[in-house]
T-cell receptor, first 115, second 111 residues
Framework: DTGVSQDPRHKITKRGQNVTFRCDPI?????LYWYRQTLGQGPEFLTY????????KSRLLSDRFSAERPKGSFSTLEIQRTEQGDSAMYLC?????????????FGPGTRLTVT | TQLLEQSPQFLSIQEGENLTVYCNSS?????LQWYRQEPGEGPVLLVT?????EVKKLKRLTFQFGDARKDSSLHITAAQPGDTGLYLC???????????FGAGTRLFVKA
C-alpha cells in the first residue's frame, strides 16, 4: 500500500494530557498538510510543509499545537495540554506537482477524543 | 459565514433515485473540486472543474461548474448504496497549498 498512512487511528485521552500523531506521506510527495475535521463540518486547514520547511500555519493552530517534519518525510502533530474542544478527526494529506496542479491525497485520519 | 455553502446538508433517498447537490459562493473561483468521504476515512478527490460552464462525467456522477464560476452541482443518476458518504466541494487557494472545504452534503442511499 503506497497511500498516506496515519497512526494511531484512534486516540482517547484525558484533558490536560499531551498527544502525538504521526503521518507517513506517499514517498515521492514533497508537500504534506494537516487538517482538522469536527463533526458535521468539512476539513479545516491547519498547516503545511514543503519538504522539511513549515511554510504556513492557520490561526486555528494555537500555541498548544506543534508540527514537525524533521527529514522531509514523515510528520508529527503534537497537542499539549489537550482540551475537550480538541476532539476531532486529524487528517494528513500529501501532494506533489503533477501537470498544472498539486493533487492532495488524504490519509484515513486519527480520531481524537478528549474526556 | 462559510466561503462555500453546500446544500442540502443531509439527503436520504432510496436506491435507484436521482439526486443533485449544490455548492455555492459569492466569490468567483479559478477552479473547484469535489471530494467524497466515507465514514472513518479521509476525503477522496472525485473531480476538478476549471472552466465556467464545464461539465464532467464520472460514471453515474455528473459535475457542472456554473458559467460565472461561483457555483457547482453534482448530479447522481440511479443512486446506489455504495454512493453513501459525505460529498464535499472545495477550492484551492492561490499557490495551491491550502484546500478550503464546504461543510458537505451527507448522502444516505437506502437499499
Amino acid at each position: 500500500d503506497t497511500g498516506v498512512s496515519q497512526d494511531p487511528r484512534h486516540k482517547i485521552t484525558k484533558r490536560g494530557q499531551n498527544v502525538t500523531f504521526r503521518c507517513d506521506p506517499i514517498s515521492e510527495h514533497n508537500r504534506l498538510y494537516w487538517y482538522r475535521q469536527t463533526l458535521g463540518q468539512g476539513p479545516e486547514f491547519l498547516t503545511y510543509f514543503q519538504n522539511e520547511a513549515q511554510l504556513e500555519k492557520s490561526r486555528l493552530l494555537s500555541d498548544r499545537f506543534s508540527a514537525e517534519r524533521p527529514k522531509g518525510s514523515f510528520s508529527t502533530l503534537e497537542i499539549q495540554r489537550t482540551e475537550q474542544g480538541d476532539s476531532a478527526m486529524y487528517l494528513c494529506a500529501s501532494s506533489s506537482y503533477r501537470g498544472s496542479t498539486y493533487e492532495q491525497y488524504f490519509g484515513p485520519g486519527t480520531r481524537l477524543t478528549v474526556t | 459565514t462559510q466561503l462555500l455553502e453546500q446544500s442540502p446538508q443531509f439527503l436520504s433517498i432510496q436506491e435507484g433515485e436521482n439526486l443533485t447537490v449544490y455548492c455555492n459562493s459569492s466569490s468567483v473561483f479559478s477552479s473547484l473540486q469535489w471530494y467524497r468521504q466515507e465514514p472513518g476515512e479521509g476525503p477522496v478527490l472525485l473531480v476538478t472543474v476549471v472552466t465556467g460552464g464545464e461539465v464532467k462525467k464520472l460514471k453515474r456522477l455528473t459535475f457542472q461548474f456554473g458559467d460565472a464560476r461561483k457555483d457547482s452541482s453534482l448530479h447522481i443518476t440511479a443512486a446506489q448504496p455504495g454512493d453513501t458518504g459525505l460529498y464535499l466541494c472545495a477550492l484551492r487557494n492561490t499557490g495551491g497549498f491550502k484546500t478550503i472545504f464546504g461543510a458537505g452534503t451527507r448522502l444516505f442511499v437506502k437499499a
